[in-house]
């Protein structure tokens, strides 16, 4: 069976994008930057999946997202978070009760092991190497930057070269106000 390595994203705005490539260059920030292209924030990801659960999985994330209303997200600072192989550079942004119930319900539908896993929107700036670990948070704040979340993609990961490659499946968009 054919795999891919899928994961659900809020996409982010090519305004915000340039905000933090800026924000990372003129901070001088630690670490393998994030490619603009490959910045987002992540919603759940899903992993090696078979190709033919996909389709499923589409489904799913279209009943969700017509039933979530359009909300914001808040940046909050940028901090340095300790992941599970090495250190990041994130883009904190304020967790808000509907990012936490779209969370919850792509999880339950999903992938319900991970149901009462942490939560914690973030977008990641830089990757950092073991040995090149700076200590401490960046007192840096991305002033008055609300992200609207009108839709949701599935990208695809493609592992290898310089950079991981991220191909978009498909877009979600989420429920209007009337």
Sequence with gaps: MKKKRIFIVIPISD???GTLVEHFEHHDLPGKPTPRENLHITVHFLGETEEEYITGIKKQITQIATD???FSLEASDIILQKGRVNRMVWLKLIPSDPFTQ???????????ETIEAGIAPHIT?????KAHIPTGKFPITIEE???????????ESKIGGKNPLYKELQKFHLK???
């Design 15 to 17: 305004d915000l994008k």
């Design 68 to 70: 979530t209303p359009v």
């Design 102 to 112: 779209l969370v919850k319900r792509i999880r339950s539908s999903l992938d319900p």
């Design 125 to 129: 700036l830089s990757r950092l190497k």
């Design 145 to 155: 930057h609300l992200i609207k979340v009108d839709r949701l993609e599935l990208w």
């Design 176 to 178: 209007q106000d009337n």
